[in-house]
Nanobody, 122 residues
C-alpha cells in the first residue's frame, strides 16, 4: 500500500517555474514507477512524465519535453516535477501516481494522490 501527497502547486505567470513534490508513504517506494498526470477542466486526465524504479529512466509527453523534469529521491520517498517556461495551457490539477511499470496510461497506475492545482496566468 502506498499513500501519495502532492504539494507545490499555485499561481504563476506564464514563463515562470514551479516545482511539485509528491511524498509517498510505504517502505517499498523505491520499487514503484512514479508518474505525473494532469487534468484540466472538461478534459481527460493526461500523462505528463514518468520515472522508472530500476534505472531512473524517464518518459515525457511531447507537450512538456524540454520544459519539465521528473526526478526522484528514494531516500526521502519523494518524486519531483520541475516545471519551467510554464504556459497557460499547463493549467490543470496535477496528480502523482505510483505503479509497477513506467507507462503512460492512467489505468496502469494503482495509487494516486489527491492532486495539486497549478494555474498559469497569461
Amino acid at each position: 500500500q502506498v499513500q501519495l501527497v502532492e504539494s507545490g502547486g499555485g499561481l504563476v505567470q506564464a514563463g515562470g517555474s514551479l516545482r511539485l513534490s509528491c511524498a509517498a508513504s510505504g517502505r517499498t517506494f523505491s520499487s514503484y514507477a512514479m508518474a505525473w498526470f494532469r487534468q484540466a477542466p472538461g478534459k481527460e486526465r493526461e500523462f505528463v512524465a514518468a520515472i522508472n524504479w530500476i534505472n531512473d529512466s524517464t518518459d515525457y509527453a511531447d507537450s512538456v519535453k524540454g520544459r519539465f523534469t521528473i526526478s526522484r529521491d528514494n531516500a526521502k520517498n519523494t518524486v519531483f516535477l520541475q516545471m519551467n517556461s510554464l504556459k497557460s495551457e499547463d493549467t490543470a490539477v496535477y496528480y502523482c501516481a505510483a505503479g509497477s511499470f513506467r507507462l503512460t496510461r492512467a489505468s496502469d497506475y494503482k495509487y494516486w494522490g489527491q492532486g495539486t492545482q497549478v494555474t498559469v496566468s497569461s
